[in-house]
Structures are given as C-alpha cells and as structure tokens.
C-alpha cells in the first residue's frame, strides 16, 4: 500500500512536562465490565435473558462490583433482562448494576422506570462530543452539544432524588463524552465540568467521568497524554473518578489502558476476552493478569480462566482465539525447539532451587496460576527441538533421557513429524520412542540368559555370561567371560563375530514401584568408525535390561549401515 494523503493525521497533545511515563501501576483499578451491553450488542446473535442471567453470575463470580447490564431504554428485550435481574433477585448487595442511556429526555424517564427496585444503581449517560460527529450527526455547535449533557443531567438529578425519596436508592452517577479521543481536549474539560457542576459532585460524592477511546485513533501514549492532560487541568479533580473505556481499533486497547492508569485513571471497563464493536473493547483478563505477574492484586478471579472461558463461548457464541493471552488454547505453547528446552530447564530449576518466585523462561505467568496444566504446554512438530520432545517423554511415561541421547531422540522425532505432517500427541511421542529404541526388532533377538561369577586362581572374581542369541531366526549359543555383566555379554557377542563395538555410556533408573517394579536402561554404545548409538532395555531385573539396550543399540547400528 501507498501512503496517500487522505487521512487527517490525528493532533497530538502539549504536555511537555508529561508524568506518567515515570508512573507504575501499584494497585488496581475499579473494575466495570461491559460485557451485557456493549459485548452484547456486538454479537451475530445477541444473548437472552438465560444467557444474560448466566454470563452475569460468571462476572459476580469474577469479583465485578460494578456491571453495567444494558441499554434497558433501547429495546423491549433489554427493559426484560433487567427487570428479570432485579425482580428474581440476581443482583448480590454489593454490587452496583450500570445502565446506559443517552441524554434524552424519553430514554432518561424509561431508564428510571427500569431500575425500579434495584438497590445500587450507576446511570450512565452520554452524548457524542467529538468534531466529526458534531459536524456530520448532530450538526450542533459546542453550545449546544453541551446543553444536551446538561439537561440531561439537570433532568438525572430531579429523577435521581424522587426515587431516593421513595425507596432509599443508591444511586451514583456516571457521564461520558462519547468518542472523547476525537473530542478537543479543552472542550471534553469544559463540557465533564458544566455536568459535574449540574450534577453537584463533591469529593464525598463524587461523579464518574468516563473517557472513552469509542473509536482507537492515536497510539497509546497520545491517550495517555489526553488523559494526564484532563486530570491536571479540570477544575474540582477530587470530585470525579476519572475512568477508561478504550476499544481496540489499532489493536492496542491493552496498551492504552495500562498507560491510562498511568496517567492518573481510577476506573476501567472493558470486557472478558476484549469482545465488542469492530475490533473489540479492552480485554479485562489480559489487563488484570498483567497486573497479577507483576505482583499487583487484580482483585479478580481468574484462577479457572477456562471455565470462565467455556461460558463466555457458550453464551456469546464467539470463540476464544488460540493465541489469546492467557485463555487461549496455545497461549503456553512453545513449538520452537530452543524455547522448549528453556521451558524445561526452567521447570528443573524452579524443582532443585527452592526459589520462591516464578522464573521459567517464556511463561511470564505459572500455568498453574489459572488452573491450567502444564502437559500441553510443549507441543511437539517438525520445528520443535530435542528439549520438547524430551519433556513430554518424561511428563508422559518417566523416562529421563540421559543428556547425551536428547540430539538422537531429537532427530527421530523430527524425522517422525515431518512423515506425519502436524503436530504429535505426547501417545504418539511415547510410541515412537518404543519402537525405535526398545521394540525395535532388527538382525539379533536375545533368546536366553544366565550370569554366574567364575573365582579364579589369583583370587579374583569375573562374571560369566551363557545364554542364545537369535541371529536372523537362528539360534546360536554364545558365552563369555568379563569383569562385569556388560563386560561379559561383548565378549560373548564376539564369539559370534558381532564385535567393533566400544561401550560409552550406561544410565538406569526406576520406571514403576512394588512388587512388579521395572528398571530401564539406557545404553550408548560407539561403533568402529566412532558413530555413537543408542538402545534402551526395560525388565524387572536391570541387569536385563541392560542386555536389551546393547541389542536394542547394535540393531539400530547394523539398521543404518544397511
């Protein structure tokens, strides 16, 4: 694509002495989720009244305090699911319920209407105030867009203190000057000021302003550049909460919402798993577990994110993408070979250290912190390297691989996936791994066995090994003297003209516990030309085992050089 000039490059911000970039976040923020309203009117098939009921527990659940359930003035299904909140009492005290109305007058009154009964109510009302709309939608001067905000606030308040006086309602205002990023930034100032001062807010009772990104224009740093602008230049600031409402246009929602607080936010609403308009709202379960990794108490609960996960799918009939942070699918995946092998020494040091933090590279959060297993973490295919497939080995079936054997397994397993073409299951990975090394049925076949020690005249010991050999389906007898079990079964190969073979390494350990316990035996052995191979033997007596590995190894051998 060709740059062209027909884009109005966005204005940015005169804040030469800007704070924020020095800022950190320390403690959370107020949580509003939007999921009811604005991820609801963004769905193909919008929920009903079930769903709705049910996707609202989830949130309670989550720890939201404040919900905002819907546009009650905008539709009769809408009026429906929150009369049906209110009247068979989903709502738990402690929770405020937010309902959305722009500031005319029929939509104010029915919106009153139908919060009736509620306990803890947040009216949120807005108006458009950005340049574009006022030129294109509304065709109105500065005036009189904000006598709009205005009389609707005028019009909240009368309302607000007849039902107060009527049943004791809480209820707590909220104003937004739609599409603030597109608004000048004096003007958004001039017009949240006309309404708090409509409104009365003090310090005690404060309004909240809410800043929405309605449509991401500017990189995050010019959103945060507008939001330290308004805190440090409205007038009465201990008088509001000041809140964020950023969409994800640009596809940095998250970006502007972490500098946002930045810049001196309080509030935050977004949605789980950032559903919404176009590209979508801010994604609260990233914001909040970015705070968690960085020892900062989101205070809500996702530690059984997939569950959550599973009913956001079910009732908004969306789907989770795989590399969704945190909740996806592959979101702990490593497929490249060197980030397994981090992943897994990782582990092994978080295990042998004793550290009490979490530190394994590439997972910037403990899988286990969200209820979520590590075993699928490390997928294997033709990209992954010999550390995965190593891992998923061990996690699968025990066997730990001397460090040696890890290139040649490696190698197996690539050759393996790339025949396959996709990924390989950790059954499939454990199926090779016995068929190459243990099951692998080549030229010899160990037939029959026994070991007894010789004394000989000078006094020392040596062992003896007896036994037949299958050679090609022919059984030959074969015997040998040595100073070991390993030593004595070469000398008696030799006899039988299977020589040229240097024993290298030996590895065993236990595979299983009690009576019918196993051992396994990794063997690796050198041929003449120095080639190292390997074998491995599993039998409930190790020496055994290490038999079958020398096989298992000299038929992988005499494979290769066929």
């Known amino acids: 694509m060709q740059a062209q000039k027909k884009y109005i490059k966005f204005e940015q911000i005169n804040l030469p002495n800007r704070q924020w970039p020095t800022k950190v976040i320390d403690k959370a923020p107020v949580w509003c989720s939007v999921d009811l309203r604005d991820g609801n009117q963004a769905l193909v098939t919008p929920m009903g009244i079930d769903e709705k009921v049910r996707f609202f527990h989830t949130l309670v659940d989550c720890g939201f305090k404040e919900i905002e359930v819907g546009f009650p003035s905008a539709s009769e299904t809408e009026y429906a699911i929150l009369r049906t909140l209110i009247e068979e009492n989903h709502v738990p005290d402690d929770v405020w319920i937010q309902v959305l109305v722009q500031a005319r007058e029929e939509l104010i009154r029915k919106t009153f209407e139908a919060v009736r009964g509620a306990k803890n109510v947040i009216v949120h009302f807005y108006n458009s105030t950005s340049t574009l709309q006022r030129k294109i ?23 607000t203190e007849k039902e107060v006086a009527r049943s004791g309602m809480n209820i707590r205002y909220e104003y937004s000057p739609e599409s603030f990023t597109g608004t000048e930034i004096d003007y958004s100032i001039e017009i949240c000021e006309a309404v708090m001062k409509e409104m009365g807010a003090t310090k005690e009772n404060p309004i909240i302003l809410n800043l929405p990104s309605t449509v991401e224009m500017c990189t995050a740093n010019t959103y945060a550049d507008q939001i330290e602008y308004f805190c440090t230049h409205m007038k009465n600031r201990e008088a509001a909460i000041i809140s964020l409402h950023p969409h994800n246009d640009r596809g940095t929602g998250v970006a502007c919402a972490e500098l946002g607080l930045m810049a001196g936010a309080e509030r935050i609403e977004g949605t789980l798993f950032g559903n919404g308009e176009r590209t979508g709202n801010l994604d609260i ?77 590439y997972l910037p959060i403990n899988p286990a912190d969200l209820n979520r297993q590590y075993e699928p973490v490390i997928r294997i295919n033709s990209q992954s390297g010999k550390g995965g497939a190593v891992y998923v080995l061990e996690a699968a079936c025990g066997y730990r691989l001397p460090k040696s054997m890890h290139p040649d397994f490696g190698n197996v397993i690539k050759a393996a996936a790339d025949a396959y073409g996709d990924e390989l299951t950790s059954d499939q990975i454990v199926e090779i791994f016995h068929k190459e090394y243990i099951d692998y049925v080549g030229k010899y076949n160990l037939k029959r066995h026994r070991f007894f020690e010789l004394n000989e005249a000078d006094g020392t010991i040596q062992s003896r090994f007896e036994g ?28 039988i003209g299977v020589h040229g073979y240097s024993f290298i390494n030996y590895h065993e350990h236990a595979v299983s516990e009690g009576s019918d316990s196993k051992g396994i035996c990794y063997i690796e052995l050198a041929n003449a030309e120095g080639k190292h191979v390997f074998g491995v033997g599993i039998h409930n007596n190790i020496n055994v085992a290490a038999l079958l590995g020398i096989i298992n190894a000299i038929n992988r051998a005499e494979r290769v050089e066929e």
Not at 481 to 488: H, K, Q, V
């Open 468 to 495: 037949a050999i299958l050679v090609d389906g022919d059984e030959r007898y074969i015997a040998g003297n040595g100073n070991g079990p390993i030593d004595s079964f070469f000398q008696a190969l030799d006899g």
């Open 285 to 361: 379960v990233t914001v909040a577990l970015n705070m968690f990794t960085q020892n900062v108490d989101p205070k809500l609960e996702f530690s059984n994110i997939m569950e959550i996960r599973q009913v956001y799918e079910d009732v908004t009939k969306m789907t989770v993408p795989p590399r969704q942070p945190y909740a996806g699918e592959l979101a702990f995946t490593a497929f490249s070979g060197s980030h397994q092998d981090a992943i897994r020494k990782g582990y092994e040091y978080m295990k042998t250290s004793g550290t009490e933090y979490w530190e394994v590279p």
């Open 137 to 159: 939608v509304f065709q109105k001067d500065m005036e009189g867009i904000t006598k709009i905000a205005v009389d609707g606030a005028r019009l909240i308040k009368e309302l």
